[in-house]
């Protein structure tokens, strides 16, 4: 049943008038009305009514179409265009061209909701509303406007048919859904609000659709007439309320939907865009709205077939719309236009009303100092850095945790975690896994059925599933298979692994979910972009937290507002360098700098990685393992990292023997070895030998003695294959005898004590590692990969990596002629280490570069990471402090430190607070407190022969660093 109420009656339940704020009017107004004024009355009758009609055209479309819309502005005084699909180079000569036909200038109008993208070709899209929506601090969205307005701007763009401001709370929505901030009145207005502000900041005007509401419907305007059976009451606290708090912060125009909506208009099936009740009485008398009143496409099916070519187009305007959006023939219109003025059905008041807003508009978006769209680096323009930065703190603060049991996100104890990852979705997750991958080692499961699943799964402790939705566009398909409800739900209830579900979609899709009780983690991703994939994966594991609140309900379990805060357990994240303050372009001389260092043939291949404020922001690979290698370097490929061992694998254990009372600084060599009591040794103290103070020489060719006349190895120190008596690998088909081991000591404690001066040694590693074993009777590789690599989640920091990966995974370091005689791949380089059966503790330590910055970043965060402490944050500054810098000794206690004179270990540029070290295969790391920077280079410089010194001449990993340095833009 209709109702037919008094328009006047709904001032009783109606939003406040918005009074006399005109959004069009800017600060000189007098120079505004002059300008207006001037146009007007030099314009035709025809001319003036041209002005009310934008006309559409597609960049894409054949010359001959483009052609008539240029004749169209030219010969009829057409007011505005409304660019369609295309391509944005194409777009902007249109434009040039179309302005230079017109004697008024064009009003340029576009679709833009989520970006140029939503049009156009080879442009960037933003996150939808609906993400957007999940959002808690405003400003952010703020940023997406404003980004999205200075795109419109430098294409031309005058006026952006954004932001959508429909309440979505119907879930069958075929045309609004995404495009919605959700279905929470007060926060769709604050988003609205805040998009506003975004996009008039870089002077685009706005326009606030579908008015009076398009949300609660399941039909779609495009192809029929939608009912909005709503009481005023209703519309008044729900469809209404965004428009109106949003008009009072500045909203240009307002773009009247085609509706019905019987409790505002009497008149059944009466489209709400033709009602003078809506548009003139509600909108302009009732709300107050003083701004630009623009129609939906006139030539849409819910009101174009709803009277006569041209007929429509007079019934909008009569009913108070100013601008005529894509009328189906505007020749016939304007015929019908004039008939109406000449027979006085519309007035020369009411015609110069429209006709002045529309150049207020006109003027309000620059067009009085009109400039042509300039086509020099459009493209590169529109797709700037800067979009990845706005998209990537929207999509960070959208991230919303829908559940989480246990406090499962983000993981924790990374060390007895066996975790699996299944693929649900017609969109790629690779991107998602590969993310997953940077922080643990997370299986891809593939099944057919069920069966399959259940027993390739038993093996896993936790399942990630991720459904994954294609992303190209708001309208598509969300909604999870049969099949994968019912995967879903039996995978939840395996009794041997927690769940996860990571959702790539729009949040309704978890309507159709039977329930929740067996799953113990939700975490809804909004879109499957590939930043989007990345940053869920950081959160589950705790480079970001989580803040997002659900934008509409999506299950009787998740009502709309929906979301658990997660804080991040400072793990590193993965960014680009201008969230960090840092500049791309300015940090592209880093690979300009690598590639010299590959031609000059200082090495094969290297990775190197930066990392600020706790993201990484640059991580490649170059080169080859070999320079006759086929294959490139890999992210996973593993370096030997020489020296790096120190302070990566014997220098953190020291320092928690320190906390733990097991060691002190002041210790002496004769107090850790007994057997050094009586030797030169025996007053070499911790700290001393540390910080290379302590008199030792530089290091002790043990090989050396091992070979026999030929300069082979000698069958009195070694054998083919392993026995009892000859245990210690040292490379293929070589074994060295065990007795050795006390040879190595013995000789060590027969060395004298040179000159009192700063000199960098391996021997005193030697001497920790024997402590630290004899201490805890278990090898140091054990010892720490049990207190700092596996909980750290580190899958390729190892000692003896062929134990664990296969050769191909590992880089070279060196086809030795002179002690192994074979290609040195997959054992450690150094002789003295490998003499130890790879394990030292000076060297012997392998790994990558990202996760050398894992551990780099723990030092930097005081101990902290992944959430467990390994140091106190006293522990660190103590090891990283420089105690004999009066003499000269740069060094801290294991670390390196920077120069004290001219020439040194870094560029020069870094902190005193920065520490680090390098290796003898061509690897170097370096962290600094007060930059929060770390920096990682691996090569192996060594390879094919270790006389092969260029890198260092070069100084080329101290270059790379100024490089780094010089990028810091803030």
Known sequence: MRINLHLPLFLLFCLQAIGQFNPLVVKDSVAQMAWVENHYANMTLEERIGQLFMVSVASNQSKSATDRVRDLVASEGIGGVIFLVGGPVQQAQLTNAYQAASKVPLLIGSDAEWGMAMRLDSTYAFPWNMTLGAIQDSTVVEKVGHQIGKHAKRLGVHINFAPDLDVNNNPQNPIIGNRSFGEDPKNVAEKGRAFVRGMEKAGVLTSGKHFPGHGDTATDSHKSLPIINSSLERLDSIELYPFKEVMSTGLSSTMVAHLDVPSLEPREGHPSTLSKNIVTEVLQNQLGFKGLIITDALNMKAVSDFAPEGEVELQAFLAGNDLLLMPENV??????????????????????????????????????????????????????????????????????????????????????????????????????????????????????????????????????????????????????????????????????????????????????????????????????????????????????????????????????????????????????????????????????????????????????????????????????????????????????????????????????????????????????????????LKEVSVLKALSHYGRLPSWIAFYLDTLNKDRKPSSEFYRQNPSEAFPYKVAEHLYLTRSYKDSIYSRIGRQSLKSNRYRYSDVGYYVFKEYIEDTYKRPINELIDEFLYKPMGLQRTTFNPLKKFSKEEIVPSEEDDYYRYQTVQGYVHDMGAAMQGGVGGHAGLFSTANEVAKIMQMYLQGGYYGGERFFNPRTVKRFNTCYFCNKNVRRGVGFDKPQLEEKGPTCGCVSRQSFGHSGFTGTYTWADPEEEIVYVFLSNRTYPSATNTLLIKSGLRTRIQQAIYDSIIN
């Open 331 to 680: 020749l016939k219109a304007k015929e019908t236009f004039i008939k109406a003025y000449n027979d006085g059905v519309v007035t020369e008041e009411r015609l110069a009303k429209s006709v002045k807003k529309i150049l207020m508009a006109k003027y309000k978006a620059g067009l009085y100092n009109y400039r042509p769209v300039r086509l020099e680096n459009l493209l590169e323009d529109l797709n700037s850095i800067e979009n990845d930065v706005v998209y990537e703190e929207a999509i960070e603060a959208a991230i919303t945790v829908a559940k989480n049991n246990f406090s499962l996100m983000p993981i924790k104890k990374l060390d007895n975690k066996k975790i699996a990852y299944v693929h649900f979705g017609d969109d790629p997750g690779a991107t998602f896994h590969e993310a997953l991958n940077k922080y643990y080692k997370v299986t891809h499961i593939k099944a057919k059925d069920i069966a399959q699943y259940k027993k390739e799964l038993a093996k896993y402790n936790l399942v990630i599933i991720g459904f994954h939705k294609d992303n190209s566009s708001p309208w598509k398909g969300y909604k999870f298979s049969k099949n994968e409800l019912f995967w879903l739900e039996e995978i939840s209830r395996l009794r041997t692994s927690n769940t996860i579900l990571a959702l790539f979609a729009r949040p309704y899709a978890l309507l159709d979910v039977l329930n929740f009780d067996t799953m113990d983690g939700v975490v809804v991703g909004y879109q499957n972009s590939r930043i989007a994939q990345k940053k869920v994966a950081e959160l589950i594991f705790g480079a970001i937290g989580a803040s997002g609140k659900l934008p509409v309900s999506a299950h009787g379990e998740f009502p709309v507002g929906t979301g658990v805060d997660v804080e991040p357990i400072q793990r590193l994240g993965y960014s680009i360098p201008e969230r960090v303050g840092m500049s791309s372009e300015l940090l592209a001389e880093v690979d300009t700098l690598v590639q010299h260092g590959l031609d000059s043939l200082m090495f094969p291949g290297a990775q190197v990685l930066i990392a600020r404020k706790g993201k990484v922001v640059y991580d490649k690979n170059f080169g080859k393992p070999t320079y006759q290698s086929k294959e490139r370097i890999k992210e996973q490929s593993i370096y030997d990292l020489a020296s790096l061992t120190k302070i990566l694998s014997t220098l953190p254990l020291i320092m928690k023997m320190e906390e733990e009372g097991e060691i002190a600084l002041n210790d002496t060599f004769g107090e850790l070895i007994p057997e050094y009591a009586d030797t030169e």
